[in-house]
């Protein structure tokens, strides 16, 4: 798993930047250094044309490019097209830094072809809870996966000149009131889980930019912890890149500055504040000059790393897409080997589930990809791969949101009852999972659920496939014989669900999550999302996901790491000779070893 990776190809700082950084330094006012720590507008951080300083433009995210419109557009939806990869929680299924490495270069391609110089990913918070609404843009539960995952990430990204930004420093583990809670994490749990993905992904990519978290570390902002940024970040781990906030999350820019913020985002008039401070004696003016320094150099090293005649292959991407959608699906359940379907199975299919032609592809929120190619669906992909071979059906099994709607669930028994093999696809919908706010429970909705049990009665051959950003409770689905989950698989996942059941694609996906049996099991359980006054206690300390479970002795529904593949293994007779000195064959006790 461990991978030593290059770090940044593109220029570094030092030597001639550090001369021009001290140089424009010098001739800046004070003013000019305020209004550098604060962006421009939404996305780009502030020029200084007098003394050759450009302007860099930031955007999301970890599955692709959302470049806006406009600088201060901060709508969702209506972004540049890119081409819109696996969610985060799906590439850590995959467990192929490789991969990782491969999809975050060719987002950088896309971005230097916008002339984008910071992409907003990738995300390292850990799967705390299930119920996390943002799970789905994280790797792991584990700090380890999640660090060198992340550390290919930045480094795909970087070594194509374009700089990343880990995020959300630090213990931001759920959604509800992110910007105001306070998360209370001991001192082991935060250096051993929270903080160790980016100590990691800093160690072995150093990232240009981190980004500071809405919420409260012990007490004090994220954006203004100074013990977290100047001491920890910047101390203790030698951290020479810059810290930009997250969107609207700080509260008192100075206090900023002096913590070790290098950059407020998005624009607030609050660069007047910093330069009062100064005038007033309430922010040495060297410290000011250190953040200013490090801005400086992370432009200049941005700048440097710019490729105007970059140009991206959409149709590569979408092909790289539906690989790393295929790597991160992961076989739950194959029972009497039902997949891959092929020869007679494949001669009628019944294809269930509103998802299987709507597909869901990632999550709600900033991440949110405006795909360059159409999204492909689970259904049409099957009905083009087996073509004549077989017969493709449909029906819809269940409404808008999952609802139940009985003659959606009488089509569906007959169409199954009628095949030779029924894929009924169910997950969660966007209002269930999304940036922002976390769930409440585990379930699928109520309407997959029944559709699940009608279809089982009708039609024993049924395999489920799950598409969902993180780990759902299986009442139902469980009892399937064949259990896939595939995950936000971005703009060809409907193409690697059906690679994967017709076995064009051996499974090999991995649970980088534990799939709890019950919510009451999880580690967060008993203080998640909060514990009713804005405190978020990391009550569990050091026992999150597989370690919880292990420790407790509680049975997952299915564990970290858990997934199955179509290769079967067999152990045949073992048969041994034993050969001397001369080579000869020599008797011994009825086994022949061969002595090499
Ligand atoms: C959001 C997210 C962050 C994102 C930023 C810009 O609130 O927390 O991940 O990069 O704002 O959209």
Redesign the pocket.
């Known amino acids: 798993m461990r991978m030593e990776t290059s770090g940044a190809a593109a220029p570094a700082a030092g030597g001639q930047t550090d001369a021009r950084v001290e140089d424009v330094l010098g001739q800046l006012t004070l003013e000019e250094k305020a209004a550098l720590t604060v962006g421009r507008d ?1 996305w780009t951080t502030v020029p200084v044309e007098r003394l050759g300083v450009p302007s860099v433009w ?1 955007s ?2 970890p599955t692709g490019l ?1 470049k806006a419109r406009g600088g201060a557009d ?1 709508s ?1 939806g209506h972004n540049i097209p890119a081409t819109c990869f696996p969610t985060e929680s799906a590439l850590g299924a995959s467990w192929d830094v490789d991969l990782v490495r491969a999809v975050a270069g060719a987002i950088a391609d896309e971005a230097q072809a916008e002339e984008v110089q910071v992409l ?2 990738p ?1 390292v918070n850990l799967k705390r809870s299930p119920l996390c609404g ?1 799970n789905f ?1 994280y790797f792991a539960e584990d700090p380890v996966l999640s660090g060198e995952l992340a550390a290919a990430f930045v480094s795909g990204l970087q070594e194509r000149g374009v700089g990343a ?1 880990v ?2 420093l630090v213990a ?1 583990e759920s959604e509800t009131d ?1 910007m105001i809670t306070d998360s209370v994490v001991d001192e082991r749990a935060l250096r051993e889980l929270y903080l160790r993905p980016f100590e990691i992904a800093i160690d072995r990519a150093d990232p240009w930019t981190l ?1 500071a ?2 919420n409260r570390l012990n007490g004090t902002y994220c954006t203004e912890n100074t013990r977290l940024l100047h001491e920890i970040v910047e101390g203790e781990w030698g951290y020479t890149g810059i810290v930009m906030s ?4 700080v509260n008192d820019r100075a206090a900023g500055v002096a913590a070790g913020l290098h950059l407020q ?2 624009h607030a008039p609050t660069a007047d504040a910093v330069a009062a401070a100064v005038r007033e004696g309430r922010l040495p003016e060297e410290r000011l000059d250190a953040i200013v320094r490090a801005l400086l150099a992370f432009v200049f090293r941005v700048d440097a790393a710019r490729r105007p005649d970059a140009t991206a292959d959409p149709d590569a991407h979408h092909r790289l897409a539906r690989r790393a959608a295929g790597e991160s699906i992961v076989l739950l359940k194959n029972e009497g080997a039902l997949l891959p379907l092929e020869g007679e199975t494949l001669s009628e299919v019944a294809v269930i589930g509103a998802f299987a032609r709507e597909p869901r592809y990632q999550g709600a ?3 949110q990809v405006v795909p360059a190619r159409p999204v492909e669906t689970i259904h049409d992909e099957l009905a083009a791969l087996i073509g004549p071979a077989g017969r493709v059906t449909y029906a819809a099994g269940y409404g808008a949101d999952g609802a139940t709607e009985p003659a959606l669930l009488d089509e569906a028994r007959e169409v199954a009852r009628r095949a030779r093999t029924a894929v009924v696809v169910v997950g969660l919908p966007a209002s269930y999972e999304e ?2 706010a976390d769930r409440t429970h585990l379930d699928l909705p109520p309407g997959h659920n029944r559709l699940v049990e009608a279809v089982l009665e009708a039609q024993p051959r049924t395999v489920v496939v799950l598409v969902n950003g993180s780990a759902v409770a299986l009442p139902r689905a469980g009892r399937a014989p064949a259990l896939v989950e595939g995950w936000l698989g971005g703009q060809a996942s409907g193409g690697a669900i059906a690679d994967v059941l017709l076995g064009r694609v051996n499974p090999s996906g991995k649970l980088a999550e534990t799939f709890p049996a019950r919510l009451e099991d999880t580690p967060a359980y008993l203080s998640f999302p909060d514990d009713g006054t804005g405190r978020v206690p990391f009550a569990e300390g050091l026992f999150t996901g597989y370690r919880w479970y292990d420790a407790r002795r509680i049975d997952p529904l299915f564990p970290f790491g858990h997934g199955l593949s179509y290769t079967t293994f067999a152990y045949g007779e073992v048969t041994s000779r034993i050969v001397g000195k001369s080579g000869k064959e020599v008797d011994g006790n009825g086994h022949r070893v061969v002595l090499v």
């Open positions: 939404a930031l999301d995210g959302r901060m969702v907003l990913g995300g943002r843009e930004c995020k959300h931001n992110r980004m978290a809405y997250d969107w609207l999350a985002m998005p929120g900033s991440s940036e922002g």
